[in-house]
Structure formats: C-alpha cells, structure tokens
C-alpha cells in the first residue's frame, strides 16, 4: 500500500481539498479516498487558517472511513489543555492558562480555532477527537512523529500511554506540569528536541526572555555544535557558543525505517533531511504550499516524491 503523508494543515482546508484531488482522492460517502493508496496526517490541523472546523471534519472523515491515519500535533495538545480543566486549581483554570498576559498570547494563537467554535458543543467533540489522535505511528514500513522521533521519549511514554499511543486526561495533567518527565517527553515528541547549553550560555528569546535550552535540528548528524544545530534566527544563532552538543543529549536516529514529521515550517523547494528523514511541512498556515511525500515503499527516501499544492497566499 502507498502511503501520502501530508504536512502541516492548520486550517488551510481550501489547500488540503487541492493537494487531496492533485493526487488522486475523490469524495465518496463524504470522505476522501483513494483506490489503493492512504494519507498520514502529522498533526497541526488547526490554528492559523480560516476554514479550522472544515480540516477537521475533512482529516476526520478519512480517518473513519479507514483512508487516513492521523497523529497528535502541538497545536491539537495546546487545544486539548486549553479545553481541559486544571484539576490542582479552582474553577475557571485550565492546563493551558487563560489569564494574564501567558493568557493572552495563548487565545491569540488559537483564536481562529476558537473564533469558529468557543462555547459550542462542536469544541467538545473536536477536544474528545483529538485525545484519540496517537503521538506517533511505528509501522512495519515507516514511522510518524509530529517533531522528533526520540527512542528515549517514546520509551519513556509508552507504557503511560492508552492503547494506541494516545494521551489520557490523566497524562495531560503531567504533560502541562513543567518539570515533570512526561511534560518533557510530549514536548520532545510534538516540539522538538531542546538541549540545554553549556554553562554560562544564554540568549534572549524573541519576546525577551532569557533561555538556557536551545531547539536543535535533531536530524542533522552532519553538524554538532550549538551554533550549526540551533533552530533560531541567524543572528541569534551566531553568539552561540561553537562547543560540540554532548552525544547523550542528541540521539541519533537509529535508520531502520523512513521517518516522517512535519512541525518546522520549512521555506523553498522540499528537500530531504536525509535518505530515512523528511519534513513535509512547508508553512502552509504562512503562505506556503501543502506538502505531501507520496511513499511507495522504498527505503532510501527521494526528492522527486514531495507532491506540493498551493501557497503564496499570505
Ligand atoms: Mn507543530
């Protein structure tokens, strides 16, 4: 069976319907389907975008109807502790805080999202939705992960985890608790890999704040200082220091299979990460076009399989 696994949607459901019938889906029984290949979904489907409830019910549709697996992005965790009570606290506080100005910034990243749906009971079902949706796949042939795919983590989570590789109620709770180990291990997974930098180091982020851990390319074994693996602006990048990133705190992928994701908001033509590695997100919620890689069952990855539809929108 081929495989196309489609980046970051985040409400671009105009983007979506194309790239869907650019590769050969039509409509039946209200879902897209495909005569003998199926879609991955990486995760991200809302945010952004002016059609949020429509990617939803297009993602959805596929999924039920057995021609597309989806997983777990940041924005659908983000969603899910925006809509879920905080249990240590009094009433009126949630696992994604609401007040002050953490609060603030929160509702404007997702305000397009609840802009369509706030105080409707199509918010619960998309919120009970989304606790369905696994952290990643490890199928026979390949394997899917919103931002990093890291043993450890994965590890680590599993056996916490609901059948499928879901979160539970119970799991969001930890997962929003900076400092505990499950918090640590959904970020890895849904944001990427963060590596501390060495002592004395920091920098300021773009609201300001001080930070002592930089997101790194964690698929790029050509490089290994702070300074070459930061994900960061190039200025910023730059004054950090050229010391090697320790090997225990950057694993390595292990190339059994092609590894999928999308997250990073990738500019330009679509290229590979390496023969086993490939983002497809090509910032489609900013302009870009939505990717697909369309996998036939090879091992090594190619350039020539990216299939993209639309962009230049913004
Ligand atoms: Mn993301």
């Given at each position: 069976?081929?495989?196309?696994?489609?980046?970051?949607?985040?409400?671009?459901?105009?983007?979506?319907?194309?790239?869907?019938?650019?590769?050969?889906?039509?409509?039946?029984?209200?879902?897209?389907?495909?005569?003998?290949?199926?879609?991955?979904?990486?995760?991200?489907?809302?945010?952004?975008?002016?059609?949020?409830?429509?990617?939803?019910?297009?993602?959805?549709?596929?999924?039920?109807?057995?021609?597309?697996?989806?997983?777990?992005?940041?924005?659908?965790?983000?969603?899910?502790?925006?809509?879920?009570?905080?249990?240590?606290?009094?009433?009126?506080?949630?696992?994604?805080?609401?007040?002050?100005?953490?609060?603030?910034?929160?509702?404007?990243?997702?305000?397009?999202?609840?802009?369509?749906?706030?105080?409707?009971?199509?918010?619960?079902?998309?919120?009970?939705?989304?606790?369905?949706?696994?952290?990643?796949?490890?199928?026979?042939?390949?394997?899917?992960?919103?931002?990093?795919?890291?043993?450890?983590?994965?590890?680590?989570?599993?056996?916490?985890?609901?059948?499928?590789?879901?979160?539970?109620?119970?799991?969001?709770?930890?997962?929003?608790?900076?400092?505990?180990?499950?918090?640590?291990?959904?970020?890895?997974?849904?944001?990427?890999?963060?590596?501390?930098l060495?002592?004395?180091h920091a920098f300021l982020d773009?609201?300001?704040?001080e930070r002592?851990?930089v997101?790194?390319?964690?698929?790029?074994?050509?490089?290994?200082s702070y300074r070459d693996?930061a994900?960061m602006p190039d200025e910023a990048r730059m004054a950090l220091p050229a010391a090697?990133?320790?090997?225990?705190?950057?694993?390595?992928?292990?190339?059994?299979?092609?590894?999928?994701?999308?997250?990073?908001?990738?500019?330009?033509?679509?290229?590979?990460?390496?023969?086993?590695?490939?983002?497809?997100?090509?910032?489609?919620?900013?302009?870009?076009?939505?990717?697909?890689?369309?996998?036939?069952?090879?091992?090594?990855?190619?350039?020539?399989?990216?299939?993209?539809?639309?962009?230049?929108?913004?």
């Open positions: 069976m081929g495989y196309d696994i489609v980046g970051d949607v985040h409400g671009q459901a105009s983007k979506l319907e194309a790239l869907l019938e650019g590769m050969g889906y039509r409509l039946k029984a209200g879902a897209f389907q495909h005569p003998h290949r199926r879609a991955i979904f990486v995760g991200d489907y809302i945010d952004r975008g002016p059609r949020q409830v429509d990617t939803y019910r297009i993602v959805r549709a596929m999924v039920e109807s057995g021609s597309a697996l989806a997983i777990l992005g940041n924005h659908e965790f983000n969603a899910i502790a925006w809509h879920t009570a905080d249990p240590a606290t009094a009433e009126g506080f949630f696992l994604r805080p609401r007040h002050g100005a953490t609060g603030a910034k929160n509702r404007q990243q997702h305000q397009h999202f609840l802009a369509e749906v706030e105080g409707t009971r199509l918010h619960d079902e998309i919120i009970e939705w989304f606790l369905t949706l696994p952290l990643w796949l490890d199928l026979p042939e390949l394997r899917v992960i919103h931002a990093c795919w890291h043993d450890g983590y994965i590890s680590e989570l599993k056996p916490l985890l609901g059948p499928s590789q879901t979160l539970t109620t119970e799991l969001m709770v930890r997962a929003s608790r900076q400092g505990d180990a499950v918090f640590e291990a959904v970020e890895g997974l849904t944001k990427g890999l963060e590596v501390a060495p002592d004395g773009k609201d300001g704040h002592r851990n997101r790194i390319r964690w698929w790029d074994e050509t490089s290994h693996l994900l090697t990133v320790p090997a225990q705190s950057r694993p390595i992928y292990d190339q059994r299979k092609p590894v999928f994701m999308g997250h990073y908001w990738m500019q330009g033509e679509p290229v590979l990460q390496s023969s086993k590695i490939a983002c497809v997100d090509y910032s489609a919620g900013k302009g870009g076009p939505l990717v697909a890689y369309r996998w036939d069952g090879e091992s090594e990855l190619s350039t020539k399989n990216f299939f993209a539809e639309g962009g230049s929108d913004a």
